[in-house]
Each structure stands twice: as structure tokens, then as C-alpha cells.
């Protein structure tokens, strides 16, 4: 499998991030960058080829680009965040998939956020979160098209549907106990994360089939290499501060389409 991700530079803004609560001490953006260009090159060591975007002051949650649109059969779909001071952070992020695949865009009063979006073989799982309502999950159906069933899911407690759940493969989830019901995801095997280990369940499938987690989860670790895939780890804690996750911190895109990808910065 070949791949490519888009990422967003780490404004000095960051310090201001969305928080559930407040964040002491408060958030380091130099440690953040740093963080940052290690999980890009991960990424790398990973088998994707990358896109750095420039960062916008104006939107200290911007890095977490993942939020910023989805991506399905080389088609993207430009979101609508439910947080109004995100929504500027959209039309950076969907020029520069415009110049590699056609972009439709989440129109009002739809609100979607991609941390919400898990795909999965031939389902589209959507949380129904804080950030994503009804308009936008009918906005991700029509996008998704008859070749792909859309199956909202509830999100207790966390952010994002994958603060809670991502896919190991194409057949295993890594899951959160207590987050969403299971039966939701009928017919796939669940790996559960370790009590304890908060932000575990968010990770990232490699181009090259490995596990990228967070640093901080090694019981977690431990569960996802019984189950019989490799692991690699690396420290985003400041991003976890931040109610984000490896996940959020990228646009990964499966298929060769992007790995001609013209765009370095935008």
C-alpha cells in the first residue's frame, strides 16, 4: 500500500486550542512543533509520502487538519466543523486537495468534523458527537455514494468518534470500552484498549500495515501486538493536552492518486 498525508504546521497560536477544560500549564507550541515533526516522520518511516501546510495564526486549532475534510474513492469532502472558530480553517485545507482530486464541500446547516469519520471496508462509521449533527452525516452519506453504507454511531464522553474507536485493519478495531456500543460495529473483531490509558484507542494504520500510537499507552501496546500487528510509538502528549490524538494530525490518503502530490505548502 502506498499512501500520502497533509499536515498542517503548528501555529504560535496554539497556545489558545479548543479545550474541554482549562489546560494547565498552558499548551507549549514549541514543544507541539516538535512533537509534530517527529509524528510526521513517522508518517515517512511509515510509507506515506507528506504535505506540510503553512500554519494560520488565526486558528490555533488548525494542525488538527484532519478535522478539515474527508477523503473517500480519491474525492473529498471539505467540511463544515461544529465549532464556528474552526470553520476558517477549511478552505486552506480543501485548495490544496483541489489540486490533486475534485472537492465538494458540507454546505450550512450541515456541521461535520472529520475526527468523526471512520472508515472501514465498505462502511463509513459517523459519530454523532458535540461536533457533528444529523445535516452533516446526511451531507458524508450523499457524498459517500451507494457503494458505501453510512452507520451514525453515539459518542459518550469524548471528542470524536475516533477519540473512542479507529481500524487496526480491515477487519479489527481498536476500541475504548464504554464510549459507544459495540453492536454498532457488527461482524469486525474489537481489540480493547488498557484501563487507564487515555487517548489510547486513537490510532494510525500505516502505509506499510504497522501501528503508530502514542508514546504514553504501553499496555495498550502490549494488547495491539497480541493481536498480531507490529507497533510504533511516538510522543504527541502535548497534543493529548489539547484534545487531540495521531489521528487529527494528518489527512492520510490510501492509493496511489497522491503520490505525485505537487503541493508542498499552501
Known amino acids: 500500500m502506498t499512501g500520502h498525508a497533509f499536515l498542517r504546521e503548528v501555529p504560535d497560536s496554539f497556545v489558545r486550542c479548543i479545550t474541554a477544560a482549562p489546560v494547565s500549564p498552558p499548551l507549549d507550541p514549541r514543544l507541539a512543533r516538535r512533537q509534530h515533526r517527529a509524528y510526521r516522520e513517522a508518517l515517512e518511516a ?12 488565526a486558528h490555533p486549532d488548525g494542525s488538527f487538519i484532519e478535522d478539515a475534510a474527508v477523503v473517500l474513492d480519491e474525492r473529498a469532502l471539505a467540511t463544515r466543523p461544529g465549532h464556528p472558530s474552526r470553520r476558517g480553517e477549511v478552505a486552506p485545507v480543501a485548495a490544496a486537495l483541489a489540486e490533486i482530486m ?3 464541500f458540507v454546505e450550512e446547516p450541515g456541521c461535520l468534523d472529520g475526527g468523526d469519520v471512520l472508515t472501514v471496508g465498505d462502511r463509513v462509521f459517523v459519530g454523532i458527537s458535540g461536533r457533528t449533527n444529523r445535516d452533516g452525516i446526511e451531507a458524508l452519506a450523499g457524498f459517500a455514494g451507494p457503494r458505501r453504507r453510512v452507520v451514525p454511531v453515539e459518542v459518550t ?8 474507536v479507529t ?9 475504548e470500552p464504554g464510549r459507544v456500543d459495540p453492536m454498532r460495529f457488527d461482524g469486525l473483531d474489537i481489540v ?15 502505509a506499510d500495515g504497522r501501528i503508530l500510537m502514542g508514546a504514553a499507552s504501553p499496555e495498550t501496546a502490549d494488547r495491539i501486538a497480541a493481536a498480531g500487528f507490529e507497533v510504533a510509538a511516538v510522543d504527541v502528549s ?4 489539547a484534545d487531540g490524538g495521531l489521528t487529527c494530525l494528518s489527512i ?8 505525485s502530490a505537487r503541493i508542498l505548502s499552501a
Open 46 to 57: 511509515g510509507g506515506f509520502g507528506t504535505s506540510l501546510l503553512k500554519a494560520d495564526e
Open 102 to 104: 475534485p472537492v465538494l
Open 157 to 164: 464522553g469524548v471528542l470524536h468518534l475516533k477519540s473512542a
Open 167 to 175: 481500524a487496526l485493519d480491515e477487519r479489527t478495531l481498536l476500541m
Open 192 to 206: 480493547l484498549t488498557a484501563p487507564g490509558e487515555d487517548h489510547a484507542a486513537n490510532v494510525v494504520r500505516l
Open 238 to 241: 502535548e497534543f493529548g493536552r
Open 252 to 259: 492520510r490518503i490510501r492509493s496511489g492518486l497522491a503520490s
